[in-house]
């Protein structure tokens, strides 16, 4: 005898809890996975109509596989309504901007916040959301559960749906063996197209790796202690480190852009690092790694996650430091060290409903500046040129390459609009960093400073038809890894910067910032590897 859930409205398609996973399986495999299907056959030689089909059938096997032991007669249709429309978003964001949901994607996403994510809801959602979620919630908003016999025939069914999956997945996974091995050997990244399963995967993986990482921390440098020119040199040194946000080198003035993009700094004496490589092509990898002795060469999330930041080791030394934001958070290496947000300190003019442009990062630094004693770091976290919207990160007198993009889309906008934008946030980091140089230099006569300033991680606009960032470092154009970095310091302070540009000559990486800064505040430690600091040489209060 059937069961019903309800009464019969007029038009109900009756269905197991099977047949309906069934049918989202093979609908994702239809609809979303263009992407996968492309990149897999494009690396396949021959005819590939049979591997084709063997790809969709292990796809299908696998989405039925990944939800039959959580779809239930209760949960199944809430748990495909919840998956029909996350899987509508990432197909769509997947398509327009060429990402991968792999785990550090997924991270950043999670971690993205309001104002951020406010910029991605664009029209052409619609139709995706129309056609991917819509659709698919009609059909399942029409369809009447149905249960022969009793739960003991239900499990059985039940049994051995996942029996036949699991043996049709092993089966075409056999059949196929050779060119699928060679296609994980040659395109691991192709995974994180297979959707929905993707984004599955990395969210368990993101949890997976929060959970153990939520302990306390593990103390590095422990040995960390000043130098010996804290006991002579009395005049109070202070760095400021600027954490720029996805600017890149390739439209960076000062290293050699077509476009003069660094129209200030280009008139101040300071040293451009040119050839620099972030370890991370997203915020969530390039930060915490930007502030850890393991870097891109030993690099490892877990380990890092689980550690103290660069900042710890020199407050435990004895150098004060400061963490100053006006983006989403320090990703935890600030974790124990006084911050503050920009828009908690910032002035209204700068800051309009509680968003401020980066200026209001420099708020008080004079004040700061007049009264500071000792060794000091301020760490100032930029929004810079936050996609995609580039036309909110500057101030209308900013605006000087037109027609700039001023569409969050940016698909609606032309390739030369899109640089437009990206440029002139570029012209106001600019501005930022020359105000901040001409600030220390106000104080020259008493403090020595030092600003460092280099850029988290590149962007896409529009090579290869990419946009913003975060591919899978491996597979990631250069675009996305190559960042700018600048240095200046007092004139005849305790940094040698014609030594310095000497070094700036040589490829660096995010790998010696960690390096530098114990360098440049002379912090000695264990972990201070001298090779690795591009100052080693250059400092005129330490014997080398
Ligand atoms: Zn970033």
Same mark, same amino acid.
């Given at each position: 005898? @059937?069961?019903? @859930?309800?009464?019969?409205?007029?038009?109900?398609?009756?269905?197991?809890?099977?047949?309906?996973?069934?049918?989202?399986?093979?609908?994702?495999?239809?609809?979303?996975?263009?992407?996968?299907? /492309?990149?897999?056959?494009?690396?396949?030689?021959?005819?590939?109509?049979?591997?084709?089909?063997?790809?969709?059938?292990?796809?299908?096997?696998?989405?039925?596989?990944?939800?039959?032991?959580?779809?239930?007669?209760?949960?199944?249709?809430?748990?495909?309504?919840?998956?029909?429309?996350?899987?509508?978003?990432?197909?769509? $964001?997947?398509?327009?901007?060429?990402?991968?949901?792999?785990?550090?994607?997924? !991270?950043?996403? +999670?971690?993205?916040?309001?104002?951020?994510?406010?910029?991605?809801?664009?029209?052409?959602?619609?139709?995706?959301?129309?056609?991917?979620?819509?659709?698919?919630?009609?059909?399942?908003?029409? &369809?009447?559960?149905?249960?022969?016999?009793?739960?003991?025939?239900?499990?059985?069914? !039940?049994?051995? /749906?996942?029996?036949?999956?699991?043996?049709?997945?092993?089966?075409?996974? *056999?059949?196929? #063996?050779?060119?699928?091995?060679?296609?994980?050997?040659?395109?691991?990244?192709?995974?994180?197209?297979?959707?929905?399963?993707?984004?599955?995967?990395?969210?368990?993986?993101?949890?997976?790796?929060?959970?153990?990482? /939520?302990?306390?921390?593990?103390?590095?440098?422990?040995?960390?202690?000043?130098?010996?020119?804290?006991?002579?040199?009395?005049?109070? !040194?202070?760095?400021?480190?600027?954490?720029?946000?996805?600017?890149?080198?390739?439209?960076?003035? +000062? @290293?050699? #852009?077509?476009?003069?993009?660094?129209?200030?700094?280009?008139?101040?004496?300071?040293?451009?690092?040119?050839?620099?490589?972030?370890?991370?092509?997203?915020? =969530?990898?390039?930060?915490?790694?930007?502030?850890?002795?393991?870097?891109?060469?030993? #690099?490892?999330?877990?380990?890092?996650?689980?550690? =103290?930041?660069?900042?710890?080791?020199?407050?435990?030394?004895?150098?004060?430091?400061?963490?100053?934001?006006?983006?989403?958070?320090?990703?935890?290496?600030?974790?124990?060290?006084?911050? =503050?947000?920009?828009?908690?300190?910032?002035?209204?003019?700068?800051?309009?409903?509680?968003?401020?442009?980066?200026?209001?990062?420099?708020?008080?630094?004079?004040?700061?500046?007049?009264?500071?004693?000792?060794?000091? &770091?301020?760490?100032?976290?930029?929004?810079?040129?936050?996609?995609?919207? $580039?036309?909110?990160?500057?101030?209308?007198?900013?605006?000087?390459?037109?027609?700039?993009?001023?569409?969050?889309?940016?698909?609606?906008?032309?390739?030369?609009?899109?640089?437009?934008?990206?440029?002139?946030?570029?012209?106001?980091?600019?501005?930022?960093?020359?105000?901040?140089?001409?600030?220390?230099?106000?104080?020259?006569?008493?403090? @020595?400073?030092?600003?460092? #300033? *280099?850029?988290?991680?590149? =962007?896409?606009?529009?090579?290869?038809?990419?946009?913003?960032?975060?591919?899978?470092?491996?597979?990631?154009?250069?675009?996305?890894?190559? &960042?700018?970095?600048?240095?200046?310091?007092?004139?005849?302070?305790?940094?040698?910067?014609?030594?310095?540009?000497?070094?700036?000559?040589?490829?660096?990486?995010?790998?010696?910032?960690?390096?530098?800064?114990?360098?440049?505040?002379?912090?000695?430690?264990?972990?201070?590897?001298?090779?690795?600091?591009? /100052?080693?040489?250059?400092? !005129?209060?330490?014997?080398?």
């Amino acid at each position: 005898m @059937d069961t019903a @859930d309800t009464d019969p409205p007029r038009w109900t398609i009756n269905a197991r809890v099977e047949t309906l996973l069934l049918g989202a399986s093979v609908f994702w495999a239809l609809a979303v996975n263009q992407r996968f299907f /492309s990149g897999a056959l494009a690396g396949h030689p021959g005819s590939s109509l049979g591997f084709t089909l063997a790809l969709g059938l292990a796809l299908v096997a696998l989405h039925f596989l990944l939800l039959a032991p959580f779809a239930t007669r209760v949960t199944v249709k809430p748990l495909l309504a919840l998956m029909f429309v996350a899987t509508a978003f990432a197909a769509h $964001y997947m398509n327009r901007l060429g990402i991968y949901l792999d785990p550090s994607m997924l !991270r950043n996403v +999670l971690r993205t916040d309001v104002r951020e994510a406010s910029e991605l809801f664009t029209p052409s959602l619609l139709p995706d959301l129309l056609l991917l979620a819509g659709l698919p919630l009609l059909v399942l908003w029409r &369809v009447r559960l149905v249960r022969r016999g009793g739960w003991t025939s239900a499990l059985g069914i !039940r049994v051995a /749906s996942i029996g036949i999956a699991a043996a049709l997945l092993v089966g075409t996974v *056999v059949a196929q #063996y050779q060119p699928l091995a060679s296609l994980m050997r040659n395109q691991k990244e192709l995974r994180y197209l297979v959707t929905p399963a993707n984004y599955l995967w990395s969210m368990a993986s993101v949890f997976g790796r929060e959970a153990r990482a /939520s302990g306390p921390k593990t103390p590095i440098g422990t040995d960390a202690r000043p130098g010996e020119s804290w006991h002579h040199s009395a005049r109070p !040194r202070v760095v400021v480190l600027v954490v720029g946000e996805t600017a890149r080198a390739a439209n960076w003035g +000062l @290293d050699g #852009y077509t476009r003069q993009t660094t129209p200030q700094l280009a008139t101040l004496p300071v040293v451009a690092f040119r050839d620099v490589t972030s370890c991370g092509t997203n915020t =969530e990898v390039s930060v915490p790694c930007m502030f850890s002795a393991l870097g891109r060469r030993r #690099y490892d999330e877990d380990t890092i996650r689980g550690s =103290e930041s660069l900042l710890n080791l020199l407050a435990r030394a004895g150098v004060r430091v400061r963490w100053r934001d006006n983006q989403a958070g320090c990703k935890g290496v600030c974790d124990g060290v006084p911050s =503050e947000t920009a828009a908690a300190v910032g002035p209204a003019s700068l800051c309009p409903d509680g968003h401020c442009l980066d200026e209001a990062l420099l708020t008080g630094l004079d004040g700061w500046l007049a009264q500071a004693t000792g060794r000091q &770091v301020l760490v100032l976290h930029q929004l810079g040129n936050h996609g995609p919207a $580039y036309f909110r990160r500057y101030p209308p007198e900013f605006e000087r390459f037109k027609p700039a993009c001023r569409d969050e889309d940016l698909r609606n906008c032309s390739r030369e609009q899109i640089v437009n934008a990206y440029d002139n946030a570029l012209l106001y980091t600019d501005h930022l960093l020359a105000t901040l140089v001409r600030t220390l230099q106000a104080h020259a006569d008493r403090v @020595d400073a030092t600003m460092v #300033y *280099v850029s988290d991680h590149g =962007e896409s606009l529009g090579e290869n038809n990419l946009f913003l960032h975060g591919l899978p470092y491996p597979i990631a154009p250069q675009e996305q890894k190559k &960042v700018p970095m600048v240095v200046w310091s007092t004139a005849g302070g305790s940094l040698d910067t014609a030594c310095l540009g000497r070094r700036a000559a040589l490829p660096a990486s995010h790998d010696n910032l960690f390096h530098l800064m114990l360098g440049l505040l002379d912090v000695q430690t264990s972990l201070y590897e001298p090779a690795m600091d591009p /100052s080693h040489g250059c400092r !005129r209060d330490v014997t080398p």
